[in-house]
Structures are given as C-alpha cells and as structure tokens.
C-alpha cells in the first residue's frame, strides 16, 4: 500500500483543459493514474488526449467515481473549485495552484474539515506512490518504489532527495509535498502519522525549511513514532526577516531559525542529514537497523 | 504589484486611514510632505502634535523618528528635522501630524494568521506599547476564530475578561475587536496589530498600527498602493514574477525551487563562500524570463554565476538556451559560469551547453565546489566534511 493514493484511486483534474491541466493529465495518466475525468466549465463532451471532459466535479464523481481530484484552475478560481470538489465529495484534494490567497484557503480548510476531505496543498507538486499512481506535476521519473516515505515543503529539493535515494537504490513508498503556503491542508504531522501505519513504510525522510513550527510540531510527533525519521531543513544560512520564496519561510524574531528546527528534530529523535546527498545514507542505516 | 516578494507592508497613516473606515477611533490627524504643511495642519489640529516619520521600519521612536510640538511653529521646526532624515537606511519623506494623545493606559490588541491551527488568532494584552514579543507570557491572552462564523461577542468578552479590564473600556475594546476582524477578513491581511491601544480620557484610541495585506489577494484591492521598497535590480526580477532576495556574499545564484534555492546558498556558506542573492526561476518561468534574470545578475558584479537546477516543471533544454543566449550575448563580460543541470529534458539541455562550450555538472556537491572557490570560498567545506558519500 501507500498513504493517500494506490493503484485503486480513481483520479481527476479540475482544469483539465488549461496549459498545465491538459499537459499533466498526460503525464499523469502516461504514468499509469486512473485519470478518469476532469472538468472545464463550458467544455463538457471534450476530450483531453480522451479522458472525457465535464462541467462539473459532481459528474466525474457520479459518472466515474472520482475519488481524488488535483485542482490546477488559476488562483482566483481556487477558492470556488475546491468548495465544489469538496460539496462533491472528494476525499483527498490536491491543490496545485500557487499564489492562492490565504484567506481563500482559510476557507476551504475549514469546510475541508466539516466534510472530512483531505486537503494536499495549496503550492504544492501533488503525491505520487512510485509504480502506482501519480497525482502532481513531479518529475516522475526520479522515484522508484519502495520503503521510503517522503514528506516536503518544497517541490525541487524533495525530487532531489528522491533521486539521491534512487541513485542508491532506495525507493519509496509515496512522496508528499504539504506546499509552501502559510495555510496549508495536511501537515507534517498528518501524514507522519499516515506513513506510521502504512504497512509499505518503514521509514520516513522529512524535508523541512525555515520559518514557521511545523518542523517543531513534527519533531514532538516523531518521538512518538515506532518508524525511524531522517530529517533535512534547508535554510541554514538564510538572513532573518528577509522571505525566501515560500510564504512560511521567514525567520523573524527569532523564531523559525535553522538551529531551533535542528534542535527540536534531533531532540525528537529524527537523524537530521547536514546536505541532501547525505540523506540516503542516513536511510539506508535506517533501513538496516 | 509581485506575489513572490516579502509580503505589502501599508504604512501607518495607511493603516490608520483603514481602522477609520472600518469604524475604529484614530487621533485627529494628516500625512504631510512639507514643513509648511506640517505647520497648517498642525494649526488646524489646534493644540499639541505628534509628528510621526512615515518609514516601513520598527523602532523608529527610539531612532528619534517621533517627534512632540506644543504649536504650530514648533511643529514646522520638528517636521524640517525630521522630512529628509534616515531612519535605519530609509529616508523619511513624509511625516503624519496627529493630534497628541495623553495616554492613561496602553493596551495591545492584533490578528495574525496561525498556521497550526490554518486560520485567525486574537492576541490581546493589558501590557501594550511594547513590541508583543517582550511581553510575558502569562498577560497575554489568545482566542482563535473560526472563518467559518466569525468572531461572537461571547468571545471578545471571554478576552476582556481575562485580560482583566471591564466596564466602558471593556465594551469599547470589545467593539474594536469585532472592527478590527472584519477588517482583517475583508482587506485580506496577513497581520494587523493595534500598539498601543491607548485609553485616553476620550476612551479607547488606536494610537499606532501596523496592517500588512497577502500580495497574493492583491488583485482583489486594486485600491491598495505598492508599497514595497526595491532597489532597480530587485524592481527588475520583481517585474519578471520571479522571486528575489539580494544577499551579502559573491556568488550569483540561479535555482529553480525556494527550497532548492536555500539549499543552494547552504552549500555555498558550508564552503566558505556566500551566496550574493536568492533567485527562485520555479514554477515553470519561460526562457526569456530566464535569460533577462539572468542577464540582470549578471549586471549584479558577481565572481561566478552559479546555475542549478533540477527540472521537474522547468526544462533543462529551456535552462540551456537561456544560458547559451546570454552567454553568447557577451552580458556575462567574462564573469564564470558554472552549470549544474539534471532533470525533465536533460540531455538536450547539455548538448545545448556543449555546443555553446559550456559545461555541465551533473552533481550539486561537485558545482557548488567550483563556484564556491570562484567566490572566495575554501572548495574544501568549512569543517573539513563537505565530500562525504559522492
């Protein structure tokens, strides 16, 4: 199994006939994804590389069975396609779009919440269980499957670590980006929990930056955890009050710095990596123990 | 206005004019560019002023920023003082002249975004007029609010009450409080604090505020002005849509990915260089984008350019023309370049670069060694390890 998505999920793009939209869903459904529908309000009966197109969530969901949607609209959109997908009643919702505003998303996690959906995102690459499914815009060629799970703020340096992993012939089970907004859905803490009790894990490699404390909050989680953690935070050398790209990535007064987030990982018990190429080592001494 | 700079930032007569139309009680006052404004203004206001420097900066009272006038003479000398001064780097240009307040107490009460809980959260203290952070503990008060029904009135009197203050000033408070958050939600910020919060015997006064709006929902507030602080070439990157922070070291940096970016300049400072700024070419940027931000660091004066990139989204081959083009254009005035380029089209990217004569590291460890030592750096890692495991 994986965490989130297998072989089973049953998968759709809401945009499916944008630029991004029509580009992945033939990548996702290349891969091997049950890519089977996506919406395009005004475009119902089109086809996109013959994945059938509708006007509504609500289609995909009764005519197909779309259980995970990945939402790639234009940021002002977002607010209303996610609220639809959720009234629809998709269970996991990946919000790739960036720049959502943050009271939209405030929003969305809260009726999120009322109807048990699973929010991945905003800003984020989506989830892929190597060999199984594929729900994002990751360069899907750098995962092999196997016994990792791997969770990350940032889209690039998580394909990094999963080719470093690969290169030693390490796989992993389902990589997560929870994205790099303020307000996000699923956090570290959520989907350590879901890699705890996924029989296919053995081992967690978290990929965190500075600002913020979700990497604290994951640290107190991880001492609770029968799975070895190995941890990576980029940010070390960044200067405080200055935003590095990502919304949470910010160190001000003081708070969110490398060393506390240092601390608290190697307090909590998670093996913290100096340098991404020292990531599949550490895994790998995991893995023996 | 750029989604991926620092976060907009209004300036106090611009929160102040907000909290107005939003009902909350603000001195008597206007923003002003001259003396001789200051000076009708102040005559006008009919008593003592403040005059306070408009600048994006914290602790501009200490620097001597705020200053007192009993007239309006004295108000004209103060706002010559105080028009053209610097405060922590930044020139002072213009000046709000308020009435001034005589304060009885000071209380803090602001709103912020936490991310744990993904919505807001109140933060409210007897003890304002300091910055919150020095405050301790155990007299600040926090209450969460759903976005789904808003702030109740039970709740702004569960605050008041803890924090210890009742009758009319608890009533006003509570008034403020429902102000201030739909405020918060309506103008789409990402912070807005009230410090101090001054109970004057006209009652409760927002005596100083901060608003800060999310770039992001700026589309929604055309009205808002831009009020972020760039230099040319930050203004440059910005109009791009890329994501830029000029930093202190030598080496010019181009990555795709925040985290990648920061990584980057991690790898740079472990092998004894620095990075010169954080540029972020994620998200899918075109290749003109690329070769102008490029083409922009370059003008920067760096010792090396260092490249990296791991394609998922952005194309390798689309990296490379851009490298080859500006290479080519004789931008870089013989300033190094070294590449590192793996990912979505990687091959055609480095027969792109091979063509141009330009060659590619496959390795991050391996670039960011080279480019390190080009910018001052040691190549041999700051504690001695930098070569473990490639």
Redesign the interface.
Known sequence: MAILVNEKTKAMIQGITGR?GAFHATRMAGYGTRLVAGTSPGRAGAEVDGIPVYDTVEDCVTKHGANVSALMVP??FVHDAAFEAIAAGIEILVIIT??????D???I???AE?RDTRVIGPNT?GVIAPGQCKVG???ER?YRRGPVGLV?????????IA?ALGESEIGISTAVGIG?D????E?FVDLLRAFEHDAETECVVL?G??G???EE?AAEFIKTMTKPVVAYI??????PG?????A???VE?GRGTYEAKRAALDEGGARVA?????V??LVASCLKD | MCPGSDYLKLYEYMAKETFARYGIPVPAGSVVESAEEAEQVAGSLGGPVALKSQVLSGGRGKAGGIQFAPDPAAARKAAAELLGSTIQGLVVDRLLVEEQLFIEHELYLGLIIDPSTRGPLIIASRKGGVDIEEVPGRDIVRERVDVRWGLFPYQVRSITSRMGISGRMARQFGGIAMSLYRLFRGEDAVLTEINPLAATTNGLVAADGRLTMDDDSAYRHPEVPDTHQRTEIEEKIAGLGLSYVPLDGRVAIMANGAGATMATMDILEHFGSRAMNFLDVGGGASGEKMTEALKTLAGTDPDVILINVFGGITRCDEVAESTREVYQSGALRGIPLVVRLVGTNEEEGREILREAGISAHHELLGAAREAAALGGGTATGGDGDGDTSQ
Not at chain 1, 152 to 160: A, D, I, K, N, P
Not at chain 1, 182 to 185: H, N
Not at chain 1, 234 to 239: F, L, R, T
């Open positions: 991004q940021a002002p960036e720049h959502v505003p943050v009271h998303a405030m929003d996690m809260a009726y009322d690459f815009i990751m360069p750098v990350s703020r940032s889209g690039t340096l998580s394909y990094e080719a790099g303020m307000v996000v859905g956090g990929v930056e500075i913020g404390t979700a909050e980029a940010g070390k050398s960044a200067p200055r935003r590095m790209g990502h949470g990535a910010i007064r100096d340098f991404p190429w020292d599949p080592d």
